[in-house]
């Protein structure tokens, strides 16, 4: 697994941090329930305390990282529940997007939809989760990016790390090589300019991640 506490550099301090931090809290690197501290974060990104300490308000808003006053900051602890909350959110999105990117997706979105999930098939058959929910994200940031509602994008990036992380610690390769064949058709809905179908099917691939996460709420009961 790449590190993502390493230096960076001095450019948007803030947003660089907080992309290394939530990638090392989606990625596991920094556990469910580890305490944090500003301090040294910042140490180990080569930043000063004070973008740092920014960037983990921003996550604690983001329901990734919890401050408790006088006590102590910790990596918000896996809560099925809470995350299913948030992928009922993330679903609605990816449909809306659908609803108003499908009908007018070009030959170069639907390409770089294939490519996507090219990665995607590939990532599951080696078993490598971190490449597999990327090429996920990528191939459904092309509807979101062809949406052009910055509204939708922003709700998205703000629910979609925790329903990752979860589903970074439950990945199975059966459910991948499902998805493949969700995302095969979604491509050809658009393709098609099937506006009907590729929301249809936005609503078949986010409801079967949902009932997988119901599942994980159960056992976790």
Not at 1 to 7: D, R, W
Not at 86 to 111: C, K, P, Q, S
Not at 116 to 137: C, K
């Amino acid at each position: 697994m790449t590190a993502s506490l390493v230096p960076v550099g001095r450019v948007l301090l803030r947003d660089q941090a907080l992309v290394r931090i939530r990638t090392a809290i989606v990625s596991g690197e920094l556990a469910p329930g580890a305490v944090v501290k500003d301090a040294e974060l910042a140490a180990r990104l080569g930043l000063s305390v004070a973008p740092v300490r920014a960037a983990l308000a921003r996550l604690v808003d983001e329901g990734l990282v919890e401050a408790k006053p006088q006590s102590h900051t910790r990596v918000t602890p896996l809560r099925p529940r809470q995350v299913a909350d948030a992928a009922v959110v993330v679903r609605a999105m990816h449909e809306l997007a659908a609803r108003e990117a499908a009908g007018r997706t070009t030959e170069d979105d639907v390409a770089a939809m294939r490519a996507a999930n090219g990665r995607f098939a590939d990532a599951v058959a080696a078993g490598d989760v971190d490449a597999a929910l990327a090429a996920d994200d990528d191939l459904h940031a092309v509807l979101l990016a062809r949406a052009g509602n910055t509204a939708l994008t922003a709700t998205v990036d703000r629910f979609t790390p925790a329903v990752r992380r979860l589903e970074r610690a439950r990945f199975a390769a059966a459910h991948g090589r499902e998805s493949v064949g969700l995302h095969d058709r979604l491509i050809a809905a658009c393709a098609a300019l099937d506006v009907d179908a590729a929301v249809a099917t936005t609503t078949e691939i986010w409801t079967a991640l949902l009932s997988e996460l119901e599942e994980t709420h159960d056992d976790a009961e």
